[in-house]
């Protein structure tokens, strides 16, 4: 076996989501090998180095993948799935942009979403928002999978592998990045926070989220959102949790105001511990929550708060 | 410029699936079925583009059994102008289903093909990117704005971090994402006009693709349930818990 696994990253500084693709790829077990692509990212050359389990780390830096646009990624993974049996990414946005390409390129399948390795040709991934779960073989020499990082814990840094340079620069010339809208915060990221708490429709307003961040403060938490808080503009898309959004699996998810429609269970029932915080006492959020708690969110909250 | 949209029939999204006994697959039988909601947002940029007078015509593509004209009259009703029909017994796998697209792309030629994100069955989100790569037409994924000026396209895509614009050579691919519009409800005149609309039918053999097996299923079986847990009296009782049963505060 001899995998590939595409980092993520920002130029400067390695996203865990390739820690855990990491785990997953060693799940598979053979060599792993690393790819860092990016412009003047050599310091997440180092940083990728480190990661236990992995044992070459080819760097292809150059301005070309500056922004990863999928049309310059594709060619150069391509280039380097000579000899692979197997290519994973996470399966954030960034890798379910790039990597079916990927496959198309390879004429194989991509086999999206995995959450367990059975062997190195069968695997797990859920389907109809998690309703169910499929275990499907691959038939391809080269099998192309994204990772669902909540699935796999993050490996160590306890390595030292090989940094390898790759020269070929792939400028497709279709696209270029203009811009950026990050939402800047102190809190974790969602998709790695041990705490989360996400407000929905009954949050009324964005400046009542307000009452959920002095929470997160106190709990180290993230601050997620359902679609419909999304929609109504009460905070950004970042913040969506949910089939269609992030896949969250913390310790603590606390939700409030939420009533639970399968589209969020699905981003969010992996939790550990689910609290629900409803004024209605029938909402489906309950069926799914450890601790439920039928009260009008804006005492509750609050007192929560205060209790802390 | 002319639009092409594609538009997957799908379980409606408010069912609650039920795995087969057998554990082959997903209970379909007398299940409601509808447009793939991220579809539905396809097919109301592709008319709002027409509407805008960006583009002239709106070709409507779906891949599967008869029963997909289905949703191919409703997108017909929503104000296509037309709709290809493309003849698939067996659930493809996204790569055949984006090589038999490719084929419609290279014969209606269109300076832009909407896709959704994501099809609420399979949650493969594969299909557009996948027909970008065939055809060398560069992609906007996940798009909550597109902006056509000429021979370029500005799209606004939602990422992890926030919101992310690329600039595209046209001809483009777009999937699009939730907040890229709403979509509108058809009207009963438009359901009756669209029953006179055209609606094309083709094979696979006619559009010359060879479908190749990639995956086998093996299984599909039902979640672990999540047991519900307990109502909690006050905030006190759930302080409580959380601390000293769950753990999970300090
Ligand atoms: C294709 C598709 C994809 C989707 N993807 C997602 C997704 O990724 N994530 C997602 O979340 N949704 C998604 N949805 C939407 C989903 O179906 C629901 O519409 C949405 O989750 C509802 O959000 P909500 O629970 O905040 O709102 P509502 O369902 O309106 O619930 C609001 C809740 O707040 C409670 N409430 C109101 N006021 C108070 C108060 N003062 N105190 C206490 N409780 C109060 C109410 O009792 C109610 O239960 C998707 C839908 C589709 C069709
Ligand atoms: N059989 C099909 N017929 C028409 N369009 C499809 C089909 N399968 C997928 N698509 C399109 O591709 C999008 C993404 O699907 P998927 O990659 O399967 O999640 C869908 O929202 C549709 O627009």
Redesign the interface.
Known sequence: MSILVIAEHDNDTLKSATLNTVTAAAAIGGDVAVLVAGSDCQAVAQEAAKISGVSQVIVADNVAYANQLAENMQPLIVELAAGKTHILAPATTSGKNIMPGVAALLDVAQISEVTKIESADVFERPIYAGNALAKVQSLDSVKVLTVRTTAFEEAALEGSAAVEAHGAAHDAGKSSYIGEEVVESERPELTAAKVIISGGRGMGNGENFSILEAVADKLGAAVGASRAAVDAGFVSNDMQVGQTGKIVAPELYIAVGISGAIQHLAGMKDSKVIVAINKDDEAPIFSVADYGLVADLFEAVPEFESNL | MKVLVTVKRV?D?NV??R?KSDNSG?DLNNVKMAMNP?CEIAVEEAIRLKEAGIATEVVAVSVGEKSCQEQLRTALALGADRAIHVEAEQEL???NV?KLLAKVVEAEQPGIVILG??A???????????????T???????A?NIEIKDDKA?VT?????????????MPIIATT???LNEPRYASLPNIMKAKRKPLETKTVEELGVTI????????????EE?Q?????A???E??D??KNE?K??G
Not at chain 2, 157 to 169: M, S, Y
Not at chain 2, 228 to 232: D, H, L
């Open positions: 379980i999204y609650k699936v795995v997903v991220f796998e996204s790569l984006a994100k994501q609420i069955d399979t949650d493969n989100n594969q299909t557009g990117q996948m027909l970008s790569a065939l060398g037409m560069a992609q906007g994924t996940f909550s500005l895509r939602e990422v992890d971090g926030g919101l992310q614009t690329i600039e595209l050579a994402d939730l907040r190749k097996e990639h995956t086998k299923l093996l299984s599909v079986t039902p979640p999540r519900a847990g307990i109502k909690v006050d905030v006190a759930l302080v818990k959380l769950a999970v505060i």
